[in-house]
């Protein structure tokens, strides 16, 4: 039982804890609990929802952050020993070179710790510590969707963006020209303070997380010796239109980054926009699993066609193009639920020039109940003629109309 509870101790106490503030979920959150509560946030805080606030799309932003790194179990383990910043280069830093021997004796010695009730306090490393620049600035995930059609075609997209950049007005610094900032007194100068948080019933934890007052920079400056210009923030929005290409054949959960183009903060270069590109749903294409650029889609014939052979335009394609298919020169009858190739008719391959292959799922209509009445044989006459529905008539397109040919076989 010591173990188990070891291991359940050790996941609650976490650096930081600003993710799960911003989700609203404790530090021992399942992951779907994590996704529950970033539906319910980020539907809350959708800047189309919330068009009067400025600030709608930053705080959207965060949330997708936050999510994006506490639904990675990866990410999430490194979060939670290092915060967001993640452990610096060079590996471990001196404050939190401790054995496990070490953090189990800190965590449970000297009687501080009892099953009945009690707390603990633990200590990430003794003496001053600022929380540490990292190596760049942190990169902002923008969900960006598109539709099936941009995906095919591609898409040059324009928009404007709103970013942090260092305060012209006192480079960075926060303050007035000539004012120093002064130690915290809330943290004294260490940038982090200790706070309690119940991690299970009956036990009580101290949890080291970045100083409120001082925001974990360790010191302070008076409000009245605050730049003009940022309020002491030290940055100050700007904006920027930006241009960048959707290629065609970019692909369902695909990344595109802009190098430098997120937010500032002093000392820190910037980090990276990286829109995560996601492709909507389309209502009659689909992809089609374990096939590179392979498209999916489901076309209804009448059996005369299925009997006898079809000849007409089977579909519009997302470039406009009407693909006409005849298959009357193939001896086949097709049957339904069947799935033929037109060949090179898929999603473009990025970096070739080539295309996917195009499966084809037929649904065969069968005459009506009133056509059946009809072939009512009272004289007892034989060699009837019967006739079937006829095909089904050409779609209506002004552009361009191909001739394709379908595979010689189902391919299921």
Sequence with gaps: MGCEMTRVVVRMLVFDTTYYDLLEVSVDATDAEIKKAYKKKAMQHHPDKNP?????????QKIGQAYETLSNPNDRA?????????PPRGGMPSDMGMDMDDLFAQMFGGGGFGMGGGSFEFDMGGGPSRRRKPAKGRDTVVPYDISLEEAYKGKKVVMNLERDRICSGCKGSGARPGVEP???GNCEGKGTIFTDRHIAP???GKVKSPCPSCHGEGKKIRDKEKCKKCKGLKVTKEKK?????????????????LRGEGDEEPDVPAGDIIFLIRHLPHPS???????PGGLSILISI????SLLGLSRILFIHLDGRGIHVDSKKGDRIIKPGSVYTIKGEGMPIRGTSRKGDMYVRFDVEFPTTDWAKGLSLEDGSEGTKVELP???????????????ELSTKPVN
């Design 52 to 60: 009067d606030d400025p600030q709608a799309h930053e705080t959207f």
């Design 78 to 86: 490194t979060y939670d020993s290092h915060g967001p910043d993640g």
């Design 182 to 184: 002064k130690e915290c």
């Design 202 to 204: 009956g036990l009580l």
């Design 241 to 257: 239109r930006i241009e960048f290409m959707i290629d065609p054949g970019t692909e369902d959960g695909e990344r595109i980054a």
């Design 285 to 291: 294409f689909k992809p089609q699993p374990h096939s």
């Design 302 to 305: 009448r059996l005369s066609e």
């Design 390 to 404: 006829g095909k089904k008539p050409d779609l209506k397109i002004e552009g361009e109309v191909v001739r394709r």
